[in-house]
């Protein structure tokens, strides 16, 4: 089973469900931004990805800057803190999947996660080739 932590108006995070769909996978969306976050949730998450609150921190079109998050030496409890309130400042689109869990930015990164590569050619939303029509990665 593959989940996907998924913010529908963010491009990557479309252009990793499409991928993820297209390997035949029906993933579990769990649209974060609607449902919030559990401070268990998000350090199982960050634990199982290998992510500090600051590094899963989303630091543009968030309100990260109005809150002072990004000054130097603001701890991981105080970004985690504001994460559980602002669920929008967590990055994404984060995936679980049998074969781990990984921050999907850029969105090919969700290639690794998959037991099944999706059918070439595949484009993100912008028109970048991600894989060619033999499967092979791009970039």
Request: proline residues 9%; aromatic residues 2%.
């Amino acid at each position: 089973m593959i989940v996907i932590h998924h913010n529908p108006d963010c491009g990557t995070s479309r252009n990793v469900l499409a991928i993820i769909e297209a390997s035949g996978e029906t993933p579990v969306v769990v649209e974060y931004l609607a449902e919030g976050w559990s401070r268990a949730q998000l350090l199982g998450l960050f634990a199982a990805a290998s992510l500090t609150p600051r590094a899963a921190l989303r630091e543009t079109k968030s309100p990260a800057k109005e809150l002072g998050l990004l000054e130097p030496g603001v701890s991981d409890e105080t970004i985690l803190a504001a994460m559980l309130k602002h669920p929008v400042l967590v990055n994404r689109p984060i995936v679980c999947s049998p074969k781990g869990v990984r921050l999907c930015r850029p969105s090919e990164l969700v290639l690794d996660l998959l037991e099944t590569m999706p059918p070439g050619p595949i484009y993100k939303e912008d028109g970048e080739m991600i894989l060619d029509a033999e499967g092979r990665r791009m970039g």
